[in-house]
């Protein structure tokens, strides 16, 4: 038990009961609409509002939960525009990777990485971990959105079929997967295959027999007052205290990297946040808060520290930072930390792209401390982190399984009847990936190459 970083624990149960109090109030679903209206039912002024939305709220939030509350929100703004939801799932996940590199909250590599004690010791704290960061994601933010209209330029983002056509197609889908789902071993589950087929051929002659009609340009504007009723503040005094909780702990947050005599630790801060909140919340089911809360992450996250400090007392991750060092040292002193931000950046980058970002990052914490305080090498710490931490993150946009976020948001969208393939994800995940990343080296190597913005 003496493994498992406490710190990071507390702080990810503390900001998922806030998330989980603070999503009950209806805020997210408002918030859409009030995209949905922005962009008076245009495609690129809707994308680019869910985008930047989700960048922005991914920055404070986690971004799996973010993904979480705005994926259904989305899909049914996609139903009412007449929209194919997967490319802008696939969008709105990008960026809320994206955006949750800029904070120390954003996103679980960033958690990790800001709670390790070595790596805090260091001067290296919530604010300056967020100083460092966020104006090279405002970079990588601007170049993504550049990449991503790229992209999609040729991409035909409407439905050709009606609504109500588009929806029965989605609904075959459905019935055709769970059919597919259901094994033959008895003869009530061969009866009940059946009627799952009998079903999806029943809709498909329906929807031949469908006499399809053009869905007028205003149909926008028809389905306004629905959506406004079901999508809207449900407990505005619940949200205004939330609002006041959430804030508070996030200025703590930045006040810990200041005040000295403040003697609590982040996770503290979000459990007391998370206390604080639920005494004001007048929450009497307990029960029903803590069935929201993401017990498996909080495991996985045990387990992942326990398994990391293993493979450190059997010397893996000091041969692979021996191995490292080596090579950073046969470059010529002058150039060693260019060398090294390159190598962390893009050896994370691609990693993570291929294996999920938090367990690698776990792994490569020790090795970047290991080069940081190697006195043969006279190499400055923080840019490394920054390295680690952009590379990681950033890498996660790769591939379906590189991020959390994704795997949520291809779930629900699964669900929903929208599925979303691997190699579908990788046709622009990928290259999104490339050029984020390629954005954030750049950003880099000019503060702390260049200019040697080298301090915490």
């Keep these: 038990m003496e493994w498992i970083d406490y710190e990071t624990v507390c702080l990810l149960f503390g900001m998922m009961t806030i998330v989980a109090i603070f999503s009950s109030t209806g805020f997210f679903d408002w918030a859409a609409l009030k995209a949905y209206k922005l962009a008076r039912g245009k495609v690129w002024p809707l994308i680019t509002i869910l985008c930047i939305f989700s960048g922005i709220i991914s920055a404070f939030l986690d971004n799996v939960t973010t993904i979480l509350l705005m994926t259904p929100v989305s899909i049914r703004l996609c139903q009412v525009l007449n929209l194919n939801p997967t490319n802008i799932l ?56 550049g990449a991503l209209r790229l992209m999609y330029r040729n991409l035909k983002l409407e439905n050709t079929d009606p609504p109500e056509v588009a929806e029965m197609k989605r609904e075959v889908e459905i019935w055709k997967r769970t059919a597919e789902r259901v094994p033959i071993v008895s003869a009530e589950q061969k009866a009940v295959k059946a009627m799952l087929v009998q079903k999806s051929l029943a809709v498909e002659t329906a929807i031949r027999n469908k006499q399809y009609r053009k869905s007028s340009s205003n149909a926008w504007r028809k389905n306004l007052p629905e959506l406004e009723k079901k999508y809207r503040v449900t407990d505005m005094p619940l949200l205004i205290k939330s609002s006041v909780i959430l804030g508070a702990v996030v200025v703590l947050f930045f006040s810990y990297s200041f005040v000295n005599n403040l003697h609590v630790e982040l996770g503290w801060i979000a459990i007391l946040g998370a206390v604080w909140l639920i005494v004001l919340a007048d929450v009497h089911s307990i029960e029903f ?158 503060c702390h190459v260049a200019l040697e913005w080298n301090t915490a």
């Design 289 to 446: 808060l803590l069935e929201k809360i993401e017990w498996a992450t909080l495991l996985f996250f045990a387990g992942l520290f326990i398994l990391m400090e293993a493979l450190e007392e059997m010397g893996l991750i000091d041969f692979i930072g021996e191995h490292t060092a080596d090579l950073v040292r046969q470059v010529e002193p002058k150039n060693r930390l260019l060398v090294a931000i390159v190598l962390i950046v893009w050896i994370s980058a691609i990693a993570s792209s291929f294996i999920d970002n938090i367990p690698f990052t776990t792994a490569m914490i020790p090795i970047v401390i290991g080069l940081g305080q190697d006195p043969s090498l006279g190499l400055p710490l923080p840019p490394l982190v920054w390295s680690l931490a952009m590379g990681a993150c950033l890498g996660g946009n790769g591939t379906l399984i590189g991020a959390s976020a994704n795997v949520v948001c291809a779930g629900l969208a699964e669900q929903h009847g929208y599925p979303i393939s691997f190699n579908y994800f990788f046709k622009y995940g990928f290259p999104m990936m490339l050029i984020t990343v390629l954005t954030a080296t750049a950003y880099l190597l000019i």
């Design 90 to 145: 696939i969008a709105e996940v990008l960026f809320s990777n994206i955006g949750g590199t800029a904070t120390a909250v954003g996103d679980p590599p960033n958690v990790i990485i800001v709670s390790n004690k070595q790596i805090s010791d260091a001067g290296i704290t919530f604010a300056t971990f967020t100083a460092h960061l966020c104006i090279g994601i405002v970079f990588c933010m601007a170049t993504g959105y």
